[in-house]
């Protein structure tokens, strides 16, 4: 089956700590890779992502993903507590050019600690 | 900045009730998507829609939904006989174009309540 495996946490961190997190993925064809944040009881928003292999950062966040071992990384420097939230991982293929179907991690409840 | 709103936000229902929810996409959007995740569970893709009709969908997406763009903004999907397991939060979902995971756009969803 396709699919997007992530930590699953919960992950508790003093402010100002570096955050990891991490995600697996067993399909080959996926060739985007995103990060969403979400809150509780609302809307996943788009963070960060990258297309296929690489770095992509972006003020405090970076996203790392190394597609020979098929590890997708999104790293938050200085974390403050309005970064306590789910973070979820997603791929995409490029089928067909259309790669709006998005396979999404189960998520990380993250908690930053003042 | 351009958002997806979504309404209800919440609704209770009974089982064999039929439910619409309805979503308003971003304006100058052409793909619009509807996602459901299950409480404690992964945000699953349900349907994509263009030029007013179904691009894909997953095998969750069977003969109890159907979508529709009945005019030039919203975005329905109808569950037709709800089941205790349609409980979730929907979310909807627009792009401009179908390229790159990058440019989809989430709404704050709609938690369907099946009892």
């Known amino acids: 089956q396709k699919e997007v495996e992530q930590d699953p946490g919960p992950l508790s961190v003093p402010e100002g700590a570096i955050v990891s997190l991490n995600c697996t993925y067993s399909?080959?064809?996926?060739?985007?890779f995103m990060w969403y944040r979400q809150y509780s009881r609302k809307g996943p928003e788009l963070l960060m992502y990258?297309?296929?292999?690489g770095n992509k950062e972006d003020g405090r966040f970076t996203a790392q993903v190394d597609k020979s071992s098929k590890y997708i990384s999104l790293f938050i420097r200085d974390s403050q507590p309005s970064d306590s939230a789910t973070y979820l991982c997603?791929?995409?293929?490029?089928?067909?050019?259309?790669?709006?179907?998005?396979?999404f991690g189960k998520g990380t409840l993250l908690t930053v600690n003042p | 900045e351009p958002e997806v709103t979504q309404t209800p936000s919440h609704q209770v229902t009974q089982m064999g009730q039929e439910v619409i929810l309805r979503c308003v996409p971003i304006?100058?959007?052409?793909?619009f998507y509807w996602y459901r995740q299950i409480l404690g569970q992964k945000v699953e893709f349900l349907v994509s829609?263009?030029?007013?009709?179904?691009?894909?969908k997953s095998e969750i997406f069977d003969d109890q939904f159907s979508v529709e763009r009945p005019d030039g903004s919203n975005f329905t999907l109808k569950i037709r006989s709800t089941k205790l397991e349609d409980s979730a939060m929907y979310f909807c979902?627009?792009?401009?174009?179908?390229?790159?995971?990058?440019?989809?756009?989430f709404g704050e969803g709609s938690w369907l309540t099946v009892v």
């Open positions: 997603a791929s995409t293929e490029n089928s067909g050019g259309s790669n709006y179907k998005l396979t």
């Open positions: 399909n080959s064809a996926f060739q985007y």
């Open positions: 990258t297309y296929s292999s």
């Open positions: 304006s100058n959007h052409l793909y």
């Open positions: 829609f263009y030029n007013n009709e179904i691009s894909e």
């Open positions: 979902a627009s792009s401009q174009t179908n390229r790159g995971g990058n440019t989809i756009y």
